[in-house]
């Protein structure tokens, strides 16, 4: 089955500055990648998405990039806020007997120091 | 306005009772899941349903049960065969076809074993 890793588990950056999160996937049928974003006590919450016919999307101040051959994609925030504080999901999606199988990564801790 | 609704936030169950999550949504998707949350695992499928009176098993179904009788309701039954059920669950729903929307998550249940 589908397998996604997702680096760093923590990170720590200074408010203005970018966060990167990296992820990989093993399964090159994968070909839907959403990233979610949750902040405490609340569910996670869509932030932004990437098809695999698509190398780069971008949001304001959130950019996804996607490297099919190398099988991973990254999540890009510029000019980070405080409120950009959460944890952040990467996940990976295909098609399985009919149903579109999801599969997360651990997620990664973001946290920006006004 | 749409959305997902879970209840109750918190709940305590006793050693050996069996207790019901309630999940709702208004956002007329077909599908819904519920997944668990621990510190450190990220998110672990349930059960997942593509369709009212069809359900199916995810990684983790083994102590838990749902139903589907209705499009708009998935609850889940955490019985006392789950040996550690203390986590945050979350339920989550989506048009069948996720690849185009995505996943809507609920606020997540914090169930508590005392």
């Known amino acids: 089955g589908e397998n996604v890793e997702q680096h760093p588990s923590t990170l720590s950056v200074q408010e203005g500055d970018s966060a990167v999160i990296k992820c990989t996937y093993s399964d090159s049928a994968s070909n839907y990648f959403p990233w979610y974003k949750q902040e405490l006590g609340k569910g996670p919450q869509l932030i932004i998405d990437i098809r695999s016919n698509v190398g780069e999307k971008k949001d304001q101040r959130i950019a996804v990039t996607l490297n099919k051959t190398a099988k991973h994609f990254s999540l890009h925030i510029t000019e980070t806020q405080p409120e950009d504080s959460a944890v952040y999901f990467c996940?990976?999606?295909?098609?399985?007997?009919?149903?579109?199988?999801?599969?997360f990564g651990i997620g990664t801790k973001l946290q920006v120091i006004p | 306005d749409g959305g997902i609704t879970q209840s109750p936030k918190y709940l305590f169950r006793k050693e050996g009772q069996n207790v019901t999550l309630s999940c709702e949504q208004n956002l007329n998707h077909d599908a819904m899941y519920w997944y668990r949350q621990d510190p450190g695992q990220g998110l672990r499928l349930i059960y997942y349903?593509?369709?009212?009176?069809?359900?199916q098993k995810g990684d983790i179904a083994e102590g838990y049960s749902v139903s589907r009788e209705k499009k708009e309701s998935f609850p889940l039954t955490v019985t006392s065969a789950q040996k550690n059920p203390t986590a945050f669950y979350l339920c989550?729903?989506?048009?069948?076809?996720?690849?185009?929307?995505?996943?809507?998550f609920g606020s997540g249940t914090r169930l508590t074993v005392v």
């Open positions: 349903s593509q369709i009212v009176n069809d359900f």
């Open positions: 989550a729903s989506s048009a069948i076809d996720s690849l185009n929307y995505g996943y809507t």
């Open positions: 996940a990976a999606s295909l098609n399985s007997g009919g149903y579109q199988k999801v599969t």
